[in-house]
């Protein structure tokens, strides 16, 4: 349990406590992001160079394009 705050009454956290709280949330979540981001380049990378029907397949069925389909037209 945290120490009491000396500028208020009780056991709650000081304001300083609770932005460094939000602060490494935000470092930790940025960090995730970018490491997602890198992860995911790298993997399609690979499937482009060494399964290249699975790197269409990928391409064609696109999760962020609504009319994406894995069909060939």
Known sequence: MAPA???TSGAGRCGFEIALIGLSFVIY???Y???FGQWLVT???YLQRNYP???SL???SNPFDETA???VR
């Open 53 to 55: 029907y699975l790197f």
């Open 69 to 71: 389909s894995p069909v």
């Open 33 to 35: 992001a970018l490491f």
């Open 58 to 60: 990928a391409m064609r």
């Open 5 to 7: 705050c000396p500028r």
């Open 43 to 45: 993997y399609v990378e």
């Open 29 to 31: 979540a940025v960090k």
